[in-house]
């Protein structure tokens, strides 16, 4: 079974190559998605650069590693990753469908 629940904008795989490539991230480490608890019953979106861990689903995107824990994956289908760079801030997004 081949699951991607998460997508990547071409901005946000531009980024996150550029990141990859500069900052110094371990050759053996991908990007993880994932979901975090926030207040008052709220969940937000977490990203970050990991290694692969035991309960992960793992696939491939224009030579990104991405890692899910399996967990997480009802609360991330269909979701989007992308990167908005404006005059008033700059970072990644998360669209949700």
Known sequence: MNIEPVTLSEKATEEVINIM??????????LRIG?????????GFMLGFDKKKEDDIDYTKNDIPIYVDKRHVMYLIGVEVDFYEGSDERGFVFNKP
Request: hydrophobic fraction near 20%.
């Open 21 to 30: 490539q500069n900052k110094g991230i371990p050759a053996d480490y991908g």
């Open 35 to 43: 979901i975090k608890g926030g207040g008052c019953g709220s969940m």
